[in-house]
């Protein structure tokens, strides 16, 4: 082996020190605590823009783009699309509650509103002392239990009349109310007409 020079091993010293510094002198860098902080904060931030959107007097939201094309609508669904969401926590929800529509069709605004409550008041625990993996083991538990509740309130046989009031509920957040009106009693209507006793509806 050579040794090396007093001055040789300040300049190899120096050298590598400077590599890992200059690694990505721009990231940033977050403790747990903060990092978690972030996290949740980005969570409420998509919650309160699609908090006005919930429910039939929800409001329009205009979106532009880049070409200068303008789109106004509600839909919890077709703003998650358009938004261009950096953080990755708010674009996981995002993915979430846009994948809860593709399934039913419905829901993806009172997911996102859900998921940024849960997290608003895990983070009143969390700042008591609370380890983020008990909250985490209580969303479970809760989860379990409300499908267990669901399960009990659900009714294996619905009427005409409740048929149309769900239609109703789900088409006056995306439509106005009197067009929603309008094609409630045709949809239930057509979904009737083709439905098999026994078997799924197969639209």
Do not use: W
């Amino acid at each position: 082996t050579t040794a090396l020079s007093e001055r040789e091993a300040v300049v190899s010293t120096q050298s590598t020190g400077a590599a890992v510094k200059q690694l990505n002198p721009k990231a940033e860098v977050a403790r747990a605590a903060q990092a978690l902080d972030l996290n949740i904060s980005a969570a409420m931030g998509l919650q309160d823009v699609l908090r006005t959107n919930l429910g039939p007097k929800g409001t329009m939201k205009m979106l532009v783009g880049g070409a200068g094309d303008i789109k106004i609508t509600k839909d919890g669904n077709v703003l998650l699309h358009e938004m261009q969401i950096q953080h990755p926590t708010a674009s996981l929800i995002a993915r979430v509650a846009t994948a809860q529509d593709d399934i039913t069709g419905d829901g993806t605004t009172s997911n996102v509103l859900i998921i940024g409550e849960l997290l608003k008041q895990a983070k009143v625990y969390i700042s008591d002392g609370l380890h983020p993996r008990i909250a985490a083991e209580g969303f479970d538990l809760a989860k379990k239990r409300a499908l267990q509740v669901l399960d009990s309130m659900a009714q294996k046989k619905c009427s005409r009349d409740d048929l149309i009031n769900v239609a109703r509920t789900s088409l006056r957040t995306k439509v106005k109310s009197s067009l929603a009106d309008h094609l409630t009693e045709c949809i239930v209507d057509a979904v009737l007409a083709i439905q098999k006793e026994g078997e799924p509806i197969d639209l």
